[in-house]
């Protein structure tokens, strides 16, 4: 049987790659007729993971009726469109593996329970951890966690999904899978500031390390488990993308560090950089739990035009001393 891939961006077109590496036919739904027609002619994905031959075993289509065939489905949109999207799928029962990394807006909800409201009668799992899609595509090594609310679901789509190369970690730590992919991508915005502004290493380590404790602490607040954070999908993923410019999150924040405007930065992007669309929405979410997250609160200023660096960056290293870990 096959299995779908929904969105053929980069992380969906990878993620199609890996899954037809096992010999195992992919229906890749895509938006841009000119992927469904490259993909399919060509193979190959010009507009989102250039130069990576891609399997013939993946069919591209626009029609989202033809993934209701599918043993699983991978749900791999930017995280603010993925509710519209499900809307059009019918309601097959089928699984649907999360794979993209935000918070709902308007809702403040998390991925898993969008679906669900969506999907009643679908098993959900989330899929997340270090992953450049350059990387997973071409072969290189990678874990992941796939976390789903039942055991033997977790274990069953971790078999369909492994690959010699694509490792998955199983969890029922939904929340903790999700927590940590939406609130790395802020911190990842947060790092690359530290990198445009020339602030050195001592400082971008610092931001890893008080980013971490934000994350546990609003991660914990929503319910997710600390060692869940503390593992592939939450430290792992924060450590490769507050580290390297092949994070478009992090490329974001050297922009801003360096003086220009979110809005122009974004402007000219036919990627998505899901820490700017999540980082609003985590401020908001962390308000209303309760959760002190000053971190993610320079990074919205900073997005919004609130605030230039040189200001958040003195409002950060002024406030109160305080005890490293909080009662
Ligand atoms: N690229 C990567 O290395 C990884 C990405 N992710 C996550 O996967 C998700 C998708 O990211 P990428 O594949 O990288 O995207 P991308 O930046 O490569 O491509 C943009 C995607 O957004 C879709 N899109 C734009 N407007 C839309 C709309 N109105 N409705 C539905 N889809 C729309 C496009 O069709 C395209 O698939 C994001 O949440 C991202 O954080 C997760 C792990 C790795
Ligand atoms: O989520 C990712 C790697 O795990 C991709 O990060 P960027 O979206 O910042 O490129």
Not at 86 to 110: N, V
Not at 257 to 271: F, Y
Not at 289 to 309: F, K, Q, T, W
Not at 318 to 323: D, E, F, H, Q, V
């Amino acid at each position: 049987m096959t299995i779908a891939v929904l969105g053929g961006g980069a992380w969906g077109t990878a993620l199609a790659q890996v899954i037809a590496s096992g010999d195992r036919p992919v229906t890749l739904w895509a938006r841009e007729s000119e992927v469904v027609e490259a993909v399919n002619g060509a193979h190959e994905n010009p507009l989102f993971l250039p130069k990576i031959p891609l399997s013939p075993l993946i069919r591209a289509t626009s029609d989202l009726g033809e993934i209701a065939g599918a043993e699983a489905v991978l749900v791999v949109t930017p995280a603010q469109h993925m509710r519209s999207v499900l809307r059009g799928l019918a309601p097959t029962g089928q699984a649907l593996i999360l794979c993209a990394k935000g918070i709902e807006a308007g809702t403040l909800k998390l991925l898993h329970d969008v679906a669900h409201e969506e999907h009643p009668d679908s098993p959900i799992a989330v899929l997340s951890g270090p992953t450049f899609a350059h990387e997973v595509a071409a072969g290189l090594p990678t874990a992941i966690t796939l976390a789903a609310g039942d055991e033997a679901q977790a274990k069953a789509l971790a078999a369909l999904i492994a690959r010699p190369t694509f490792r998955p970690y199983v969890s029922t730590d939904l929340a903790g899978a999700e927590i940590g992919g939406a609130v790395k991508n802020v911190l990842a915005i947060a790092c690359g500031v530290v990198e445009g502004a020339g602030l050195g290493q001592n400082a971008r380590a610092a931001l890893i390390a008080r980013g971490f404790a934000e994350m546990t602490r609003f991660g914990m607040a929503r319910g997710a488990r600390p060692e869940t954070l503390a593992g592939l999908s939450g430290l792992g993923d924060l450590v490769l993308t507050c580290s390297s410019t092949s994070s478009r999150n992090f490329s974001l924040g050297v922009g801003l560090g360096q003086g220009k405007s979110a809005r122009d930065l974004l402007s000219d992007r036919r990627t998505v950089a899901e820490g700017a669309a999540t980082a609003p929405v985590l401020v908001e979410a962390a308000r209303a739990a309760g959760v002190d997250m000053p971190i993610a609160e320079a990074v919205c200023a900073l997005l919004s035009g609130e605030a230039e660096v040189g200001a958040v960056v003195e409002r950060l290293l002024t406030r109160p001393l305080s005890a490293e870990v909080r009662a």
